[in-house]
C-alpha cells in the first residue's frame, strides 16, 4: 500500500526554492517518489492555513521514504530547503 509525504511551505527566498524544486527531482528517481499534487494555496474552506504551498509525494512504503529522506542526494538538498522556506513535512501511512 503506497504511503505519502507531504510538505507545506512558505516561501522565504523564492531563487533558493527553485534551486531546491529543480534538484528534488533526481533525489526521489532513485527510490520511485512520484509528485501527485503541487499548488499554491488559493482558498481556506475550513481552519487557518499558515501556509502557501502544499505538495504530496507518493512512495511505495514508509522504509522507502526514510531511505530517501536520510540519503546523501537529499541530505545535501536540506541546507537550501531551510534557508528557502519555513516548512512541515510529514508521513501519511
Known amino acids: 500500500m503506497s504511503v505519502y509525504v ?3 511551505a512558505t516561501i522565504k527566498d ?3 526554492f ?3 524544486l ?3 527531482p533526481e533525489t526521489l528517481a532513485p527510490f520511485g517518489g512520484v509528485v501527485i ?3 499554491k494555496v488559493t482558498q481556506t474552506l475550513h481552519g487557518q492555513a499558515d501556509f502557501q504551498l502544499i505538495a504530496t509525494i507518493e512512495f ?3 522504509q522507502t521514504v526514510e531511505a530517501w529522506y536520510r540519503s546523501p542526494a537529499y541530505k545535501a538538498l536540506i541546507p537550501n530547503r531551510d534557508e528557502a522556506v519555513d516548512s512541515t ?3 501519511l501511512a
Open 18 to 20: 527553485q534551486a531546491y
Open 6 to 8: 507531504t510538505a507545506t
Open 60 to 62: 511505495k512504503d514508509e
Open 22 to 24: 529543480s534538484a528534488l
Open 89 to 91: 513535512i510529514v508521513l
Open 37 to 39: 499534487s503541487r499548488g
Open 14 to 16: 523564492p531563487a533558493k
